[in-house]
């Protein structure tokens, strides 16, 4: 629980020093995209953690690697979503003010 405590306050404290630099419209898009990777990063870890539960009650190897596999997918679909989110405000975003 202090490590997702940490990791949010270093978060909040690097969002505020970009704030400066970007526009409204961008930093609401960051956040956004930020809102979608940590439920992506939350929803991966609880899947992680069911397959872990499932290890530990026996389950077969390939079943505990394939829910592993989906936890990471997960991860990573919400990355690349999050990153394209920021990447098309970047493009529209003209001048920081």
């Known amino acids: 629980m202090k490590s997702i405590f940490k990791t949010a306050l270093l978060?909040?404290?690097l969002a505020l020093g970009l704030a400066a630099c970007d526009s409204k419209k961008e930093n609401a898009a960051e956040a956004t995209a930020n809102a979608v990777r940590e439920s992506?990063?939350?929803t991966a870890a609880g899947m992680?953690?069911?397959a872990a539960s499932a290890d530990a009650m026996g389950a077969p190897a390939a079943k505990v690697d394939a829910m592993k596999n989906k936890a990471d997918m997960t991860r990573d679909n919400a990355d690349a979503k999050a990153d394209k989110m920021e990447n098309n405000v970047?493009?529209?975003d003209k001048a920081p003010q």
């Open 90 to 92: 970047d493009k529209q």
């Open 40 to 42: 992506g990063d939350a």
């Open 48 to 50: 992680d953690a069911q």
């Open 11 to 13: 978060a909040s404290t």
